[in-house]
């Protein structure tokens, strides 16, 4: 479930930007609409911070790991939009309506609970993936040791079906140096059968 703060009219960047700097909490914009961002739960932060480990430790020299703070512009869909963890090239991009989001992600990776899956998989990947800059989309199940993950093919487009990584596997992200196993994704924070490890 997800809060929406409703105005008698659509939402401009504007107004967005003035409850974003206000609150405590985020929010997305979407459709003329804010929504604010659920709290994630033990497992999902624990798998977030993982990915910042795994995947920033394996990046060349220039790339860098941001965090779910990072706020994107999505230009064809005028949405402002988080993800639980980046990678962006090079000097970060900002629209000039707004110096605290970028706009040239090379990957982005979201940790799936039962309540932001529909969306993460969905809209949000969909909107993410019209990003030029962006190679590779990772979903991480939070529930079951398993991933998901999107490329762009040598043509530039995106490959019509995802790379589904189980137990056993490696993931192989554009950028990453070194291959990242499914099971250290996972180590500590989820057992083989999806129960979870912490407390």
């Known amino acids: 479930m997800r809060a929406t703060l409703r105005l008698p009219r659509q939402a401009t960047y ?13 929010h997305e914009l979407i459709n003329g609409v804010i929504v604010a961002m659920a709290g994630g739960s033990d497992e999902h932060n624990a798998l ?5 480990m795994l995947v920033g430790a394996r990046l060349p020299s220039g790339c860098r790991y941001y965090s779910s703070d990072q706020r994107f512009w999505i230009p064809s869909h005028v949405r402002a939009r988080y993800a639980d963890g980046s990678v962006i090239c090079g000097k970060p991009e900002h629209p000039p309506h707004d110096d605290q989001a970028t706009t040239n992600p090379r990957i982005v990776l979201e940790v799936l609970s039962p309540s932001s899956e529909g969306n993460d998989e969905g809209d949000k990947r969909i909107d993410f993936q019209t990003l030029a800059s962006l190679q590779a989309y990772v979903l991480v199940h939070q529930d079951q040791r398993r991933i998901r993950v999107y490329t762009r093919d040598a043509g530039g487009g995106w490959r019509g079906e995802p790379s589904e990584l189980g137990e056993g596997e490696s993931m192989h ?27």
């Open 14 to 26: 504007a107004d967005y930007l003035a409850v974003e700097q206000s609150s405590d909490s985020r």
């Open 48 to 52: 977030a911070a993982r990915l910042a």
């Open 173 to 199: 992200l554009p950028l990453v140096d070194a291959a990242i196993a499914v099971a250290d994704v996972y180590a500590g924070i989820l057992d083989l059968a999806g129960r979870s490890l912490i407390g």
